[in-house]
């Protein structure tokens, strides 16, 4: 009922931050380009094969002087693994504690999502991912988000060679995204889903341009084959949007979705770490993926605060200086100066500066040593605990209930649902 809302809201306005003058409203009125690396997983930055670095295109990208890349932005995902972080980052909400959100409540659920309230400001809006459309539900809960486009399967080329495990090769995928991008009215909020760093890690041998691991798990060691892949097929997306002038109108944001190794190879990940062994802390640590943020003029360097996807929206919105005081999200803007630094795991567990929760045990987030807590510590985690607990289950009554049914943002207008329609073409030539 409209009454559960009340503890939310106490929390969200409880949560907001102050913004960082050296970053509000830095890309106002700029296209906003996000680019959802499939299950890129942060150690993947400055990694070396034989002495090669694995995403050389990547790594310049992260360490660009307009670039700011963070350095401890961790995955929030659970079994909703892509769609949760869709979720998280498109309306500051959680997964569930099962199942995928976008599947079960995509369709019928209110959203204030990012597409629709940037709509309301005068984006358009639009999708693009070369899977099949109705894969976690996307073509319905793009539509509750206020999804203009969904340039989906259809809409692009194929041929037999085009595609490998779950759909398009990312660099046909990129370079046929890029001549829609050119047609969107701007600005623009543009998000590309690519596919093929997607666990098998397949990739036909004409475009294998890279030593695989030698760990000796066939399930890890291709990984960094597709990741190379992946970087290249960037490197080439970045070419595009330089000849067609949006890079420098463009605000890009890159993020990981997921791990693409799972915990379930710790003797692999041991070695790809070059360690003697992995603890529940390396695993927890582990979860790290890429956030970058990137626009011309923008403050660049290595932010070293916590965080993870549920803050990326209250972040966008900061950079775009789109007033977000008002809508209920669970994250906190990235760039804030004073911010609780709380990484909220799915399983209830959780990482901050100080303290790593894994599969219940406490660790000291500097040493990774097992903690012996003070009483001090222990009161500190307990109230990071409490933090962590009331902030999932918060979230999973906004869902749950759909509760942004009854909530009135302030200037903006519910999604009517029926006036989407993702006319899928027959491919563009
Ligand atoms: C499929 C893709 C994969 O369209 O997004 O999702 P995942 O298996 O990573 O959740
Ligand atoms: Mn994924």
Request: hydrophobic share 35%; proline share 4%.
């Amino acid at each position: 009922s409209a009454s559960d809302l009340n503890s939310v809201k106490r929390f969200v306005r409880q949560n907001k931050t102050a913004v960082n003058p050296t970053y509000y409203g830095r890309a106002k009125g700029r296209n906003v380009i996000i680019i959802h690396l499939e299950s890129f997983q942060q150690f993947l930055i400055n990694y070396k094969v034989n002495g090669r670095e694995v995403t050389p295109n990547l790594n310049r990208f992260y360490r660009n002087q307009n670039t700011v890349s963070f350095d401890n932005f961790f995955h929030q995902v659970g079994q909703g693994k892509t769609s949760d972080a869709e979720m998280m980052l498109e309306n500051s909400l959680f997964g569930l504690p099962q199942g995928s959100a976008m599947t079960t409540y995509g369709a019928q659920n209110t959203f204030q999502a990012a597409p629709a309230i940037l709509g309301q400001h005068g984006y358009t809006s639009a999708a693009f991912h070369g899977d099949v459309p109705s894969f976690w539900n996307r073509d319905n809960t793009y539509k509750s988000w206020g999804y203009n486009y969904f340039f989906s399967s259809s809409y692009y080329k194929t041929k037999p060679n085009y595609s490998v495990g779950y759909g398009l090769k990312d660099k046909i995928f990129f370079r046929d995204s890029a001549k829609y991008l050119q047609m969107l009215p701007q600005p623009f909020y543009a998000k590309l889903i690519t596919l093929t760093n997607h666990y098998p890690y397949e990739l036909d041998k004409a475009n294998v341009d890279f030593p695989a691991t030698k760990t000796g798990d066939k399930t890890v060691d291709p990984y960094v084959q597709t990741a190379h892949y992946l970087d290249e097929a960037f490197g080439e997306f970045l070419t595009y949007l330089k000849q067609a002038g949006l890079y420098k109108k463009s605000l890009l944001v890159l993020y990981g979705d997921h791990y693409g190794i799972s915990n379930n190879h710790r003797p692999a990940i041991a070695q790809l770490l070059h360690k003697d062994d992995i603890t529940n802390y390396d695993l927890a640590q582990f979860q790290k993926v890429p956030f970058m943020v990137h626009t011309p003029g923008l403050k660049g360097g290595i932010n070293h605060t916590y965080g993870g996807e549920i803050d990326v929206l209250p972040t966008l919105f900061d950079l775009l200086g789109i007033n977000n005081q008002k809508t209920i999200q669970f994250g906190q803007d990235l760039l804030a100066t004073h911010r609780r630094q709380i990484v909220a795991f799915r399983d209830g567990d959780f990482v901050t500066p100080q303290y790593t929760k894994s599969s219940g045990t406490v660790y000291n987030t500097k040493t990774g040593a097992v903690l012996d807590p003070t009483k001090k510590q222990q009161a500190q985690i307990d109230q990071d605990q409490n933090y962590v607990t009331t902030q999932l289950s918060l979230s999973d009554r906004v869902v749950q209930g759909d509760l942004l049914r009854f909530y009135q943002l302030k200037a903006f207008k519910t999604v009517d649902k029926k006036k989407y329609n993702y006319k899928y073409a027959t491919g563009m030539d």
